[in-house]
T-cell receptor, first 119, second 114 residues
Framework: EPEVTQTPSHQVTQMGQEVILRCVPI?????FYWYRQILGQKVEFLVS????????KSEIFDDQFSVERPDGSNFTLKIRSTKLEDSAMYFC?????????????????FGPGTRLTVT | AQSVTQLDSQVPVFEEAPVELRCNYS??????LFWYVQYPNQGLQLLLK??????LVKGINGFEAEFNKSQTSFHLRKPSVHISDTAEYFC????????????FGSGTRLSIRP
């Protein structure tokens, strides 16, 4: 069964450094997402991406964050200058399409996550 | 805006006992409803979803949930739990109008005692 993969599984970085989290969505999916989960807290939406553009972002997704689909398979989240509070589990997800029609909702498939530790 | 409330942060139960994990949501528009499970050190897996139609939905691993529009609830149930059900369970919503964002509750940790 196709699945979303993420690398690395665990990333340790020093405060102020740039990190890139990588995701390979399911191949025929068109919508891509990043979520994060700070330890002990709820899963929070960061950003969604479609047709090489950000389609929606949360207030968490400030100027230090960026997303990119550099080729036909990868989807990346870059944090330019990490802060201690960026330490979290970051989940990538993908779906075949979004849903604007009642009664239809295409499932978002989640990757296993990357645990980011900022020291 | 939408919000999801999971009333219990932890639910301990004995093996083979029934369990109910509670979820209430708030939204001014119609929503889709989901339950996700997160096993230790793993990602999020969809247990079940309510899109429309029958208010009782069945998911994987013997779980089911009932949508109650008047009470804005979507409680998750299983008649007999197993040790392997030990995990964190997240209730979530997504509006029709949003093509993207899922809003999660804070999660309920289900721990099964032998």
């Amino acid at each position: 069964e196709p699945e979303v993969t993420q690398t690395p599984s665990h990333q340790v970085t020093q405060m102020g450094q740039e990190v890139i989290l990588r995701c390979v969505p399911i191949s025929n999916h068109l919508y891509f997402y990043w979520y994060r989960q700070i330890l002990g807290q709820k899963v929070e939406f960061l950003v969604s991406f479609y047709n090489n553009e950000i389609s929606e972002k949360s207030e968490i997704f400030d100027d230090q964050f960026s997303v990119e689909r550099p080729d036909g398979s990868n989807f990346t989240l870059k944090i330019r200058s990490t802060k201690l509070e960026d330490s979290a589990m970051y989940f990538c997800a993908s779906s075949e399409m979004g849903s604007g029609r009642p009664g239809l909702s295409y499932e978002q498939y989640f990757g296993p996550g990357t645990r980011l530790t900022v020291t | 805006a939408q919000s999801v409330t999971q009333l219990d942060s932890q639910v301990p139960v004995f093996e083979e006992a029934p369990v109910e994990l509670r979820c209430n949501y708030s939204s001014s528009v119609s929503v889709y409803l989901f339950w996700y499970v997160q096993y230790p050190n793993q990602g999020l897996q969809l247990l079940l979803k309510y899109l429309s139609g029958s208010t009782l939905v069945k998911g994987i691993n013997g779980f089911e949930a009932e949508f109650n529009k008047s009470q804005t609830s979507f409680h998750l149930r299983k008649p007999s739990v197993h040790i392997s059900d030990t995990a964190e369970y997240f209730c979530a919503v997504r509006t029709y109008s949003s093509a993207s964002k899922i809003i999660f509750g804070s999660g309920t940790r289900l721990s099964i005692r032998p």
